[in-house]
């Protein structure tokens, strides 16, 4: 009777929850939000500003915070140019009052989508009791950003002169410069201004002069301030750095000490991130780690609410990078039944790891489970491929793959062969296969668009270079009307050379 009592509460208590629950969700149906109408409009070329006229003249009221929401949102999810939009119009609808920081945000965001020359017209316009450190700050981002160092160093120097309190953002910006202009020696020297001006470095400061270390080969330097940053009580370390160190230890062959760190890097990782998860998989896929490639997979799939076809994509290019094809091959399975989008870059590596170890066979027959199941795939596949039959002699796979490949693009303006792609197909044939191999290449390609003349260049070259008589492939591009010019005398010129050295 207790058990029956228990029960029934229960009951009533659930269907009270869930009562609330649903005339809750009710609501917010039928109550839309400014935010929940500009969030879908994903399309950059979509102007929200439309939208936010019209949610004021039917009546509705926008918060200032409400606005500033929608602004951190869409610049997140690097939509700049529609949080300048809304920054715009709150601007002039003459409602709101920017807060210095909301004008150093506006600065920003006209930097990104104008360029660093209306930025600073717009800062030149503001009140000086609005040109604090943030404002100063993001115009200089602004001339970080489009590498613009004289400005850069300008405006640092003028910040400095105006008593403008600087942070370690400000010579974060200056390293981070240098380094994208490939000036990595400048930037120990930028570290050591930072702390004669009192400044902590934070982790990233860190991270971009051991960078600036590791580019140059400085093993040595590299350690140092690694050490330096392990040492310093303001300083919780973190997975990045580590891996940072890792990659620089891997390129230099250290590999003890690339493990080593890869462990600490472990250590530090936050359970559930998923990118740091790809990240380390990765680098011990580098090293040939594969028990530790296979524990940290098995880890993320545990801790992870849902892998992602990132997390996939990264799993089975570290597999294939260690020769597992058929694990990779599981994994794919696994990917299938987790209802992820479909997404052509998954299989893909599997199919290219397939390829590359001359198993085109078991790529095609992939290939061909993917068409009956209505998924797409890309002529470039299809092409390489046909790079693959041509490879292992079987010229007769090369030219159905081929097939395949070209009724992929047939119709299509956007789908097409890549020159290139073409150019090599028919290098390898003129390598690898006869003259009436490279014929009926020749023939099924014309059938799909006009051959052009360095595409006969490549396999004329390719014949020359085999010592392959040249005779057949100058008549078909004659056939197409492509008289001899310059190029195609230098590779006969060659052939010429060739002969001539065969008889000395």
Same mark, same amino acid.
């Given at each position: 009777?207790?058990?029956?009592?228990?029960?029934?509460?229960?009951?009533?208590?659930?269907?009270?929850?869930?009562?609330?629950?649903?005339?809750?969700?009710?609501?917010?149906?039928?109550? /839309?939000?400014?935010?929940?109408?500009?969030?879908?409009?994903?399309?950059?070329?979509?102007?929200?500003?439309? %939208?936010?006229?019209?949610?004021?003249?039917?009546?509705?009221?926008?918060?200032?915070?409400?606005?500033?929401?929608?602004?951190?949102?869409?610049?997140?999810?690097?939509?700049?140019?529609?949080?300048?939009?809304?920054?715009?119009?709150?601007? =002039?609808?003459?409602?709101?009052?920017?807060?210095?920081?909301?004008?150093?945000?506006?600065?920003?965001?006209?930097?990104?989508?104008?360029?660093?020359?209306?930025?600073?017209?717009?800062?030149?316009?503001?009140?000086?009791?609005?040109?604090?450190?943030?404002?100063?700050?993001?115009?200089?981002?602004?001339? *970080?950003?489009?590498?613009?160092?004289?400005?850069?160093?300008?405006?640092?120097?003028?910040?400095?002169?105006?008593?403008?309190?600087?942070? =370690?953002?400000?010579?974060?910006?200056?390293?981070?410069?240098?380094?994208?202009?490939?000036?990595?020696?400048?930037?120990?020297?930028?570290?050591?201004?930072?702390?004669?001006?009192?400044?902590?470095?934070?982790?990233?400061?860190?991270?971009?002069?051991?960078?600036?270390?590791?580019?140059?080969?400085?093993?040595?330097?590299?350690?140092?301030?690694?050490?330096?940053?392990?040492?310093? &009580?303001?300083?919780?370390?973190?997975?990045?750095?580590?891996?940072?160190?890792?990659?620089?230890?891997?390129?230099?062959?250290?590999? &003890?000490?690339?493990?080593?760190?890869?462990?600490?890097?472990?250590?530090?990782?936050?359970?559930?991130?998923?990118?740091?998860?790809?990240?380390?998989?990765?680098?011990?896929?580098?090293?040939?780690?594969?028990?530790? *490639?296979?524990?940290?997979?098995?880890?993320?799939?545990?801790?992870?609410?849902?892998?992602?076809?990132?997390?996939?994509?990264?799993?089975?290019?570290?597999?294939?990078?260690?020769?597992?094809?058929?694990? /990779?091959?599981?994994?794919?399975?696994?990917?299938?039944?987790?209802?992820?989008?479909?997404?052509?870059?998954?299989?893909?590596?599997?199919?290219?790891?397939?390829?590359?170890?001359?198993?085109?066979?078991?790529?095609?027959?992939?290939?061909?489970?993917?068409?009956?199941?209505?998924?797409?795939?890309?002529?470039?596949?299809?092409?390489?491929?046909?790079?693959?039959?041509?490879?292992?002699? %079987?010229?007769?796979? /090369?030219?159905? &793959?081929?097939?395949?490949?070209?009724?992929?693009?047939?119709?299509?303006?956007?789908?097409?062969?890549?020159?290139? *792609?073409?150019?090599? *197909?028919?290098?390898?044939?003129?390598?690898?296969?006869?003259?009436?191999?490279?014929?009926?290449?020749?023939?099924?390609?014309?059938?799909?668009?006009?051959?052009?003349?360095?595409?006969?260049?490549?396999?004329?070259?390719?014949?020359?270079?085999?010592?392959?008589?040249?005779?057949?492939?100058?008549?078909?591009?004659?056939?197409?009307?492509?008289?001899?010019?310059?190029?195609?005398?230098?590779?006969? &010129?060659?052939?010429?050379?060739?002969?001539?050295?065969?008889?000395?």
């Amino acid at each position: 009777m207790i058990s029956n009592r228990h029960s029934f509460k229960t009951l009533i208590q659930t269907y009270i929850i869930s009562s609330r629950w649903y005339y809750s969700k009710s609501n917010q149906k039928n109550k /839309a939000s400014l935010y929940s109408i500009i969030s879908p409009l994903g399309n950059p070329n979509v102007n929200v500003t439309p %939208e936010l006229q019209k949610w004021v003249e039917t009546g509705n009221k926008v918060r200032f915070a409400e606005l500033h929401r929608i602004i951190v949102d869409l610049r997140k999810r690097k939509r700049s140019s529609q949080a300048l939009q809304v920054s715009e119009w709150m601007r =002039s609808s003459g409602n709101y009052t920017f807060t210095p920081g909301q004008h150093a945000v506006h600065l920003d965001l006209i930097g990104k989508i104008h360029g660093f020359m209306q930025a600073e017209d717009y800062f030149n316009s503001l009140n000086e009791e609005d040109k604090t450190e943030k404002a100063y700050g993001a115009l200089l981002h602004c001339y *970080v950003r489009q590498c613009e160092t004289e400005r850069a160093q300008t405006h640092l120097k003028n910040m400095k002169e105006k008593g403008i309190a600087l942070s =370690s953002v400000a010579f974060n910006d200056i390293m981070s410069l240098y380094s994208n202009i490939s000036q990595n020696d400048k930037i120990p020297q930028v570290f050591k201004q930072m702390r004669e001006n009192c400044i902590a470095p934070d982790n990233l400061s860190y991270r971009i002069c051991i960078n600036s270390f590791g580019v140059r080969s400085d093993i040595e330097g590299l350690e140092k301030i690694l050490n330096e940053m392990e040492s310093d &009580s303001n300083i919780v370390m973190d997975w990045n750095t580590y891996a940072v160190v890792a990659n620089f230890y891997d390129k230099a062959g250290m590999t &003890s000490k690339a493990n080593i760190v890869l462990k600490k890097a472990e250590e530090k990782l936050d359970k559930k991130d998923g990118l740091g998860y790809n990240h380390l998989i990765s680098l011990h896929a580098r090293q040939g780690n594969k028990d530790d *490639v296979f524990r940290l997979w098995s880890l993320e799939k545990n801790v992870c609410k849902k892998c992602l076809n990132r997390d996939y994509i990264n799993i089975m290019e570290s597999l294939v990078r260690l020769d597992e094809l058929e694990e /990779a091959a599981k994994v794919l399975k696994e990917w299938e039944s987790s209802k992820n989008l479909y997404d052509f870059r998954v299989p893909n590596i599997v199919i290219v790891g397939y390829i590359e170890k001359g198993l085109c066979k078991k790529a095609e027959e992939l290939l061909e489970y993917l068409m009956e199941m209505g998924k797409a795939s890309t002529p470039y596949i299809w092409a390489k491929l046909a790079m693959g039959y041509i490879e292992k002699g %079987e010229m007769g796979g /090369a030219l159905e &793959s081929l097939k395949v490949a070209l009724s992929l693009c047939h119709g299509s303006k956007e789908i097409k062969l890549d020159d290139k *792609v073409v150019m090599e *197909v028919l290098r390898l044939v003129g390598e690898r296969g006869s003259f009436e191999d490279a014929e009926k290449v020749v023939n099924l390609l014309r059938s799909a668009a006009p051959v052009k003349r360095q595409m006969y260049h490549a396999l004329l070259k390719a014949f020359v270079d085999g010592g392959k008589e040249v005779d057949g492939v100058l008549g078909i591009m004659k056939s197409d009307n492509f008289e001899e010019d310059e190029e195609t005398m230098k590779i006969l &010129s060659l052939e010429q050379e060739l002969k001539s050295d065969s008889y000395k």
